[in-house]
């Protein structure tokens, strides 16, 4: 099983037909095509990046796939601008740096911090917040090293975080962090 599956598997059995959904880091677009096909046409879905490369693939893969959400050039950071408070089902985040894209652009605790905080906000009681934290190579440590000590200290009478390592994979595999709004 690989973190992406995991996590996938987790928002299939989170969600259905009529979601909410926010793709925080839109980065090629397939968390986004995922969320809208399992959101459908009653459901709707916002996903967000910093970089318009990643726009553009996201716009471009779900053309493709004859799929529908907004797609909005900006930080995660400014969720809450395009949603209200307790109406999300489920929200995605991938951390690091687009794939095959700039590896001098990538996410970052602060901002990250500030998107999560933001994020939980928006879900309802009941909702998913999925993060996976890819490091390793050239960036991400200090991400994964100040996030991880911050999601242990989240309110547990309101969030059920979940932390998991594959923990005999070698070369920094990603660590899936699912949270549960209580």
């Not at 318009?52 to 797609?71: D, H, Q, W, Y």
Request: hydrophobic share 40%.
């Amino acid at each position: 099983m690989t973190a992406l599956q995991y996590v996938h598997g987790a928002i299939e059995r989170h969600i259905g037909k009529g979601a909410v959904c926010i793709d925080a880091t839109a980065g090629r677009g397939f968390d986004t095509a995922f969320l809208c096909s399992l959101a459908g046409d009653s459901g709707s879905v916002t996903a967000f990046d910093i970089q318009p490369e990643a726009i553009e693939s996201t716009r471009a893969l779900l053309k493709e796939r004859g799929l529908n959400a907004r797609v909005i050039l900006s930080s995660h950071e400014n969720m809450a601008q395009y949603a209200e408070p307790n109406s999300v089902d489920c929200i995605v985040f991938n951390l690091g740096y687009l794939p095959k894209g700039d590896h001098g652009i990538f996410t970052r605790f602060e901002s990250t911090k500030k998107a999560i905080e933001s994020g939980l906000g928006l879900l309802k009681s009941g909702g998913l917040m999925c993060v996976s934290v890819y490091y390793g190579g050239d960036s991400g440590y200090e991400e994964r090293d100040a996030l991880l000590p911050w999601l242990k200290e989240l309110d547990d009478s309101k969030y059920q975080v979940l932390v998991t390592f594959f923990h005999n994979w070698k070369k920094d595999p990603p660590i899936p962090v699912l949270i549960y709004k209580l």
